[in-house]
């Protein structure tokens, strides 16, 4: 594995840009029209109307920005290390520590994002 950069780099770079400006249509646009996020505490969420639907105010966080750590990228899947700073709906703050592994379309757009996060569970 090799860190470079690459256009999908780019993309997922892009991506975190189009997530903490609140551009809900512009990222959405980034994942294939049958894609699939997975992220704990929620089903698989498929497709550009569900996607929309958790960025647009489903998703428990108010605001925040990430701050990307590494970025690896092996046979064209792309994997972030990251920390994330924000406030949720409800004005907790957070700050904590993730990693995503983003999957590719043939046409260049993401066809499947995992999302972990740092946490303690016991």
Do not use: C, N
């Not at 950069?5 to 959405?28: E, I, M, N, W």
């Not at 046979?75 to 957070?94: I, Q």
């Not at 757009?109 to 946490?119: G, S, V």
Request: aromatic fraction near 14%.
């Amino acid at each position: 594995m090799t860190a470079v950069h690459t256009d999908r780099v780019a993309t997922v770079r892009h991506y975190y840009d189009l997530v903490d400006r609140g551009d809900v249509p512009g990222l959405v646009a980034l994942f294939a029209p049958d894609a699939t996020y997975h992220r704990p505490g929620y089903e698989p969420i498929a497709g550009h109307e569900q996607l929309t639907a958790f960025y647009g105010g489903a998703r428990v966080i108010r605001s925040g920005a990430h701050t990307v750590v590494k970025v690896v990228e092996d046979d064209g899947a792309v994997a972030v290390h990251g920390s994330f700073a924000g406030v949720l709906h409800d004005d907790t703050e957070v700050a904590l520590r993730f990693a995503d592994f983003f999957e590719f379309a043939a046409d260049g757009r993401f066809a499947r994002r995992d999302t972990f996060f740092f946490a303690p569970l016991v």
